[in-house]
């Protein structure tokens, strides 16, 4: 995945840390491919499925969608409609992309940071297991305030680059 060229000025080691979590995405995926198919050939090939794969493609599931939902936040892939926007003023649209960028800061880090944080920190206090897996839940539920840190960083990304028309540099191509 390439970022689009107004999210090219970041430095070097914040864009270590976005193909980090693009790896993770895919490797993520990966997994959830295969637990599906090992749950899906388990019950049908050999006639008992599996009783971990259910519950752990479910957790999988969890983490692709928000880790991949940030990271398609950044790229500006996510879904919007513009019709009546791009309507508008060029400074009315500059100021309706900054005030847009402040209310995903805003849930991301109230929503998905503090309220995923108390929902990790319940889970570990009351020591939630999951039922199949015997996994803390504290550590599924990790996604929720991870995704919100990534998600409100990539909207002040977003504003720095693209809105408050900071210089572009060069992405490694590499």
Known sequence: ?????????????????????????VALFGALTLVVLWGVFSRYVMGAQSTWTDELARYLLVWVSLVGASLMFREHGHLGVDYFVSKLHPDVQRVGA???ELVVIAFALVALGIGGTKLVLDAFHANEMTSALGIRVGWLHLAAPLSGLFMAAFAVEHLLTRHLSFPAAKEDQS
């Open 1 to 25: 995945m390439s970022a689009p060229a107004t999210l090219r000025s970041s430095p070097g080691w914040w864009l270590a840390i976005v193909r980090g979590l693009e790896g993770l995405t």
């Open 98 to 100: 900054v005030f847009s």
